[in-house]
């Protein structure tokens, strides 16, 4: 079956410095790669989104890029604000019952 | 989000006593889901339904139930056969013809 890996688990940057995290996926016939932010005992929430036909998505300071070739898609944040500390999470699906994989978490520390 | 609630937010239980979670929605959504997360992992699907009346089982549904006897309603049992099933329990939903799931606040579960 799928099989989603996120790296790094945590991550630690200085405000107003990029941040990237990235993830690989193994089931090519994945075709949907939501990233959902998660903050401590909260809901995840969906934060951006791309499908297999694009290449690269951006709202505001986040952006995601996929690499189908490679299995790989990242999120990049630029500008990084205290705000943006909490945990990260990939996921992959495929199909009509859009079951989502998750990555096990990158858990962003950005210093003030 | 907003439209989808979960109860107890903390659940506390004793070994051999099976409990209910509840999961509601009031975005006329179709497909609902349930998906357990341990500490610093990333989330595990449960169950899923995408219609009333049907559901099928994800990755980890061993000790689980569920049933969708209503389209807003898709309450999961944690019955005693689940070994391990102190967890944050996190229930979302689905329009159809839509990729995009969100997510509940979640209903922690402890096992004294």
């Known amino acids: 079956g799928e099989n989603v890996e996120q790296h790094p688990s945590t991550l630690s940057v200085q405000e107003g410095d990029s941040a990237v995290i990235k993830c690989t996926y193994s089931?090519?016939?994945?075709?949907?790669f939501p990233w959902y932010k998660q903050e401590l005992g909260k809901r995840p929430q969906l934060i951006i989104d791309?499908?297999?036909?694009?290449g690269e998505k951006k709202d505001q300071r986040i952006a995601v890029t996929l690499n189908k070739t490679a299995k790989h898609f990242s999120l990049h944040i630029t500008e990084t604000q205290p705000e943006d500390s909490a945990v990260y999470f990939c996921a992959a699906s495929k199909g009509s019952s859009y079951k989502l994989i998750f990555g096990s978490g990158t858990r962003l520390l950005v210093r003030p | 989000d907003g439209g989808i609630t979960q109860s107890p937010k903390y659940l506390f239980r004793k070994e051999g006593q099976n409990v209910t979670l509840s999961c509601e929605q009031n975005l006329n959504h179709d497909a609902m889901y349930w998906y357990r997360q341990d500490p610093g992992q990333g989330l595990r699907l449960i169950y899923y339904?995408?219609?009333?009346?049907?559901?099928q089982k994800g990755d980890i549904a061993e000790g689980y139930s569920v049933s969708r006897e209503k389209k807003e309603s898709f309450p999961l049992t944690v019955t005693s056969a689940q070994k391990n099933p102190t967890a944050f329990y996190l229930c979302a939903s689905r329009s159809q013809g839509s990729d995009t799931q969100y997510f509940g606040p979640g209903t922690r579960l402890t096992v004294l």
């Open positions: 339904s995408q219609i009333v009346n049907d559901f």
């Open positions: 791309i499908r297999s036909n694009v």
């Open positions: 089931d090519s016939a994945s075709n949907y």
